[in-house]
């Protein structure tokens, strides 16, 4: 699928703005000059319409149409002025000879009001026109008692032909027409030069990127001064991508590590016994001894093994977790029991508080693994004769399972407590083989937690004493 | 030659110590850092094996602190740990040789022997004094040409003795050096050793090598 180029969208798009401005603008400006000029020969025509005006008169008590004999003394007038008036009274009309048989069309308002107005003249060419309702004025007294001008209205039109301003408009028309495409095309190309030169420093930016080798993960990409701030962001976003890449990986790497050690000291062991049985002959008895020693160390790795292999699986599980409704508090009351008795060679003591509201529903399998580490760890190093605080809650429908040693053996407890979840972190920095701790206990913890949809805290209470929490969302009905 | 054992894993511990104890070397044994610290520092070995990962006090801490100790006892560190960033950690905390696990006993006894030699300055593996010879890596001894057949507690004997030529020792030095289980004492032990060893080096009236020094102890020399 091919990618749309932003470069290629900003071009289209601003190059879209701008065109669409340019249009309304230039209609804007188009109908603004055109209403300009109408205005200027509406003028014009209503200086000549109102001149005219005053020649319809009364004269002897009839109304007389003096403009008549003035227009054809006046040869131009004749031929482009044309008017026309009729008499509202009797029907009859008067009109200029250049409308021939024609007639104009006639709007007019109240007396005195210009009404324009755009016609067609008879020779079939665009013009102007005013309607005027006025009254005849009288010319003297004699032979005009008796006469009302009111009752003798008379519409008064006078049309001129527009095809001049139509000419002027047209051409005005082209111009703006011609210089918004050549605005446009200029803009365009103005655009596509700026976007060219401003991606360049991203497009550099870009083939460094590209030119990495994949072993170079860990390093940063240099972020070049002329990148623009935008992209500056992206690139510090990247370069704290990588550091995470590359923490995981040392962490991968770290693991991987420690698995090899791991399997090294059982398997040394194992290699041992057998060269040292065959070193000399030995009595059957004693062949059988180091057989035994050879398949306890066997053992050793195998339950190790099997443990990197469950802890492999995990992630992967999440389609075979059985999720069944169980009280966190009856779970751990179970597991306290199994491990009471070791707890008693250890001189421990444990001081219980569960909440009785702890029904959760979660897989009973994953979670008993998690609870019997944190149980199993907590004996481990806990220092003799000392308590060991287990406490359930159930606050806004999180139910938290706390265990807490009254007082640690560790030697120091680490600032950065989430060096706990690491796997093969040990709390005594050399491995302790007497007590069988793989120490991936609570990395696996971590990942169970995780796929249970909780989490799982390590927080120290003080110099000595360390408090491991795992909160877990209730079941739905249950109530605070 | 005394040597001490550090490592945690039983099964690995129990088989190093009965190879190098099969091989005539009185061997210590811990798998405690606190107590194997605690044994280097109160008794006289002539190689230490140390684990990198045991617990309570971790073997890069013992090695560190015995050095700073001014303790030269020369250490060969075990470690499942093989990076080369690992070893050079190793070496450069004054470890004198790096075994990555799993080893064969065989390469470690070399590597015990190589140290033994070290520490006493010997690059060769054959001590020559007069017209004895002994090669120290085939445990072979030869008098003027000819090879006299020792038992492992005699050869001992004389590697321990020749190891300090013309340097007098102690019956009680000879004892811890030579001896598994010598808690110190009366015993005559060393003497009835010497006793055999005189008989099988100066026979066919070649002059004697082992010398007593009345009061003090015992030392080879021509």
């Known amino acids: ?480 | 030659m005394r040597i001490l054992v550090l490592e945690d894993y039983p099964p690995l511990r129990r088989s190093i110590v009965e190879c190098l104890a099969e091989e005539g070397y009185a061997v210590d044994s811990t798998d405690s850092g606190d107590e194997g610290l605690w044994f280097v520092r109160n008794h006289k070995y002539n190689v230490v094996l140390l684990d990198i990962m045991v617990p309570e006090v971790s073997g890069l801490e013992i090695l560190k602190k015995l050095r700073s100790d001014q303790n030269p006892v020369p250490v060969i560190m075990i470690s499942a740990l093989d990076t080369v960033n690992q070893r050079i950690e190793g070496l450069e905390s004054g470890a004198d040789d790096y075994l990555v696990k799993p080893f064969s006993l065989d390469e470690m006894l070399a590597r015990v022997r190589v140290q033994i030699r070290r520490g006493h300055e010997k690059k060769s593996p054959l001590i020559t004094i007069g017209d004895l010879v002994i090669d120290t890596s085939k445990k072979n001894v030869q008098r003027a040409g000819k090879v006299i057949d020792l038992t492992r507690k005699e050869y001992l004997l004389l590697e321990c003795l020749a190891f300090r030529n013309g340097e007098v020792l102690s019956r009680e030095k000879i004892a811890r050096q030579v001896y598994q289980d010598y808690e110190g004492g009366t015993s005559n032990v060393v003497d009835v050793y010497i006793g055999y060893l005189r008989k099988k080096l100066h026979s066919n009236d070649l002059p004697n090598l082992i010398h007593t020094k009345r009061g003090h102890g015992y030392l080879l020399s021509e």
């Open chain 1, 1 to 480: 699928m091919k990618r749309p180029s932003i470069r290629d969208r900003l071009l289209v798009w601003i190059t879209f703005v701008i065109t669409l401005i340019m249009a309304v603008a230039g209609t804007l400006l188009y109908y603004s000059v055109k209403r300009s000029l109408y205005s200027q020969h509406d003028l014009l025509v209503n200086e000549a319409a109102t001149l005219i005006l005053i020649e319809v008169k009364a004269r002897n008590g009839e109304v007389y149409h003096e403009w008549q004999t003035s227009l054809n003394s006046t040869s131009e007038k004749s031929t482009k002025s044309m008017i026309q008036v009729w008499d509202l009274k009797t029907g009859d009309s008067v009109k200029s000879p250049s409308l021939g048989e024609e007639d104009l069309e006639r709007q007019y308002g109240e007396v005195g009001e210009r009404i324009f107005y755009n016609v067609t003249l008879p020779n079939g060419v665009p013009g102007r026109a005013v309607g005027i309702l006025t009254l005849p004025v009288k010319q003297g007294i004699d032979g005009n008692e008796g006469f009302l001008p009111e009752e003798h209205p008379q519409i008064f039109v006078w049309a001129d032909s527009t095809e001049e301003l139509r000419d002027v408009l047209i051409k005005t028309k082209r111009a703006f027409v011609a210089a918004g495409v050549a605005v446009i095309f200029v803009s365009a190309a103005a655009i596509w030069l700026i976007i060219y030169f401003l991606s360049l420093a991203v497009q550099s930016f870009s083939s460094d990127l590209l030119s990495r080798e994949g072993t170079e993960i860990g390093e940063p990409i240099p972020v070049p001064d002329h990148l623009p701030s935008e992209v500056v962001g992206i690139a510090k976003k990247f370069n704290a991508l990588l550091e995470r890449i590359d923490h995981f990986r040392e962490k991968d790497q770290d693991f991987f590590l420690n698995v090899a050690h791991e399997v090294r000291t059982p398997l040394a062991g194992v290699k041992a016994v057998i060269e040292q049985a065959l070193r000399q002959p030995r009595k059957v008895e004693d062949y059988q001894k180091r057989l035994r020693e050879a398949l306890n160390a066997t053992e050793n790795l195998v339950r190790l093994i099997n443990r990197l292999m469950e802890f492999g699986k995990l992630r992967n599980a999440r389609e075979s977790m059985v999720e069944t409704t169980l009280s966190l508090d009856l779970l751990s009351e179970n597991i306290l029991e199994k491990l009471r008795g070791k707890a008693t060679e250890n001189r421990l003591r444990f001081d219980v508080s569960f909440c009785g509201k702890t029904e959760i529903d979660t897989d009973e399998e994953l979670l008993s693994i998690v609870v019997n580490n944190l149980i199993e760890n907590a004996i481990n190093y806990a220092a003799p004769n000392t308590v060991i605080r287990i406490k359930t809650s159930n606050v806004d429908r999180i139910i938290t399972f706390e265990i807490q040693n009254e007082h640690s053996n560790m030697e120091t407890i680490p600032e950065t407590l989430d060096v706990f979840f690491d796997p093969f972190y040990r709390a005594d920095k050399a491995r302790n083989f007497v007590k069988k701790n793989i120490g991936i206990g609570l990395s696996f913890c971590k990942e169970v937690m995780i796929m249970l949809g909780g989490e799982i805290t390590a927080t120290k209470s003080s110099d000595h004493s360390l408090c491991f929490t795992i909160r877990l969302p209730a079941k739905e009905h249950v109530s605070d």
